[in-house]
């Protein structure tokens, strides 16, 4: 059985940085990310690494302070979250598609989650 294990969030204020990682158990992947659910808003997707092996990002905001990285096995990612803004706090998620998903923002793509991990950052 497939399981996404994910750990490093937390509280920080705002400026601060958090390494979120995830660790999973079965096969190699076609590829893993991460998404997140603000407080009362849907979920919306972060990260997460293209069929070239480069990460597509949701927002080009992101780029400049999320950075993905993933072990040379290909089943764990962290994800490096500098400058962090009041509007990152959210319960980020770590996923995984054993195909190559037709679209990457879209949650239905990834067959396996994690329980999600908590990010609060304080004003």
């Known amino acids: 059985q497939v399981q996404l294990v994910e750990s490093g969030g937390g509280l920080v204020q705002a400026g601060g940085s958090l390494r979120l990682s995830c660790s999973a158990s079965g096969p190699t992947f076609a590829t893993m990310g991460w998404f997140r659910q603000p407080p009362g808003k849907e979920r919306e997707f972060v990260v997460a690494?293209?069929?070239?092996?480069?990460?597509?990002y949701y927002k080009e905001s992101m780029r400049d302070r999320f950075i993905i990285s993933k072990d040379n096995a290909g089943n764990a990612v962290s994800l490096q979250m500098n400058g962090l803004l009041p509007e990152d706090t959210a319960l980020y998620y770590c996923v995984a598609a054993s195909k190559t998903p037709g679209s990457y923002h879209v949650g239905g793509w990834y067959e396996y989650w994690g329980q999600g991990t908590q990010v609060t950052v304080s004003s």
């Open positions: 690494f293209g069929r070239n092996g480069r990460p597509i």
